[in-house]
């Protein structure tokens, strides 16, 4: 499965939008992108996830460039309680493969301040 | 009611005992997962598995077994409990897209 790289921590102010980039240079034709969060003694949650262009939902945008060697997980106009440990994840998670398998990094710390 | 729960919430033992930490899920899904985090790191593998009969080895799997007992329940044992398992251990459900991540088992050994 493809490594990600992303930064280990980021700080931002309430009401600012955050942008948090991921690289992951091997992504193989087959792998979706996914990003999680994740509360200090919580499991992570589902965010987003998306293949190419552009994903939006209620909560987050993911920009994946043409060549999906790296993506971008923005979240608009961040509040305190969007400080929380974000993952990036490349994989099989659609279940086009046999696998399903989620491979965690490190991840990135976000720090809303007020 | 939760979706994905798991039972004990928090376990302090010893070293050398045997271990077993529950998963029950509502979701109906075929896939679980038992994942272990250690402090400032990110989620690894231990085991997952597709159906009742399907189960596989994740990335650190060596010191733990499971046992997929129905759709709904799925259990992660340790053998021989040692320190360096101290940890938050996460038990996840799938239907092929994202994962539903239960409250997790946070587990001391001594």
């Known amino acids: 499965l493809a490594k990600t790289t992303q930064p280990i921590s980021m700080d931002s102010y309430e009401g600012q939008e955050v942008n948090i980039t991921c690289s992951h240079n091997?992504?193989?034709?087959?792998?979706?992108i996914t990003w999680y969060q994740q509360f200090p003694s919580q499991g992570p949650r589902f965010i987003i996830q998306?293949?190419?262009t552009k994903v939006t939902n209620e909560v987050a945008s993911l920009f994946i460039p043409a060549d999906r060697k790296s993506s971008t997980l923005s979240l608009p106009r961040v509040s305190l309680s969007d400080t929380a440990v974000y993952y990036c994840?490349?994989?099989?998670?659609?279940?086009?493969?046999?696998?399903?398998?989620?491979?965690f990094g490190q991840g990135t710390t976000l720090q809303v301040k007020p | 009611d939760a979706d994905v729960t798991q039972t004990p919430r928090n376990r302090i033992t010893k070293t050398g005992k045997r271990i077993m930490l529950e998963c029950s899920q509502t979701?109906?899904?075929?896939?679980m997962y038992w994942y272990r985090q250690d402090p400032g790191l990110g989620l690894q593998l231990i085991y997952y598995?597709?159906?009742?009969?399907?189960?596989n080895k994740g990335e650190i799997s060596d010191g733990y077994s499971v046992s997929r007992q129905a759709q709904a329940k799925f259990s992660l044992s340790l053998e021989s409990a040692i320190p360096n398992q101290t940890a938050l251990y996460f038990c996840a459900t799938s239907d092929r897209g994202e994962q539903f991540f239960g409250p997790g088992t946070r587990l001391t050994v001594l």
């Open positions: 998306g293949y190419k």
């Open positions: 091997n992504i193989a034709t087959n792998d979706y």
């Open positions: 994840l490349v994989g099989d998670a659609r279940g086009s493969s046999n696998t399903g398998k989620l491979i």
């Open positions: 598995s597709f159906d009742v009969k399907d189960i």
């Open positions: 979701k109906g899904h075929d896939r």
